[in-house]
């Protein structure tokens, strides 16, 4: 399944020595609990963040992560595979730099951020690990590992954890996945609640 991340970090361009054109920004951010923008909201009581590992396997194997504009697999800006999209982490998140290519769309996409037309990065990928984690006003979704698939400037960044076009609740995985989570945790608590009948059973019996 593709997932499609959007969130307001802005992109950038820079220019070289030697002329080249970069461009460059912020794909991700982690978690940061006195940001309540690099949390994602999935619904009423249930909000998604970024682990700090989340991406060490995708760059420890080099994934063949593509630039893109708009997401849109048309529009290639660059790759990692060619040296043309460089990505790396840092204490705020998932930075990537892209060397557009000179072409039309490459030429476009360059004029749309030196204009300010363009703001937005964004990135897309699928979670292959995820944990849920129980909280006083909301649960947590955990995504602890992925596999990267784009990363690039896009023209509407949803706003931080305003929701984003495709994550919901309602995504089939995400439901089943946390269905699965809130029965299992229902169980642990008619679990624990049966063990302190058993006990106090137990000391009436003693005592």
Known sequence: MR???????????MTRD?????????ASVFYNPNDPGTEY?????????????AFSRALNERQDVRGLFNHDSSQVLGRVANGTVKLMTDDRG?????????????RD????????DVTGSSFAFMPTK?????GQEYNVRWVQDLTLLDVGPVTY?????ASSAVRSVSDPEIAQDYAAWKASQHDWLKRQK???QISLIQKGLTG
């Open 3 to 13: 997932i499609q991340w959007f969130n307001s970090e802005p992109v950038n361009i």
């Open 18 to 26: 030697d002329g080249t054109k970069i461009i460059y920004g912020y």
């Open 41 to 53: 909201q999935l619904g009423r009581d249930l909000r998604e963040r970024i682990s700090r590992d």
């Open 94 to 106: 998932l930075r990537y730099e892209i060397t557009p290519p000179d072409t039309q769309v490459g």
């Open 109 to 116: 996409v360059v004029a749309l951020l030196e204009r300010g």
């Open 130 to 134: 995820t944990a849920f984690e129980k």
């Open 157 to 161: 960044p949803a706003y931080t954890s």
């Open 194 to 196: 049966r063990l302190r």
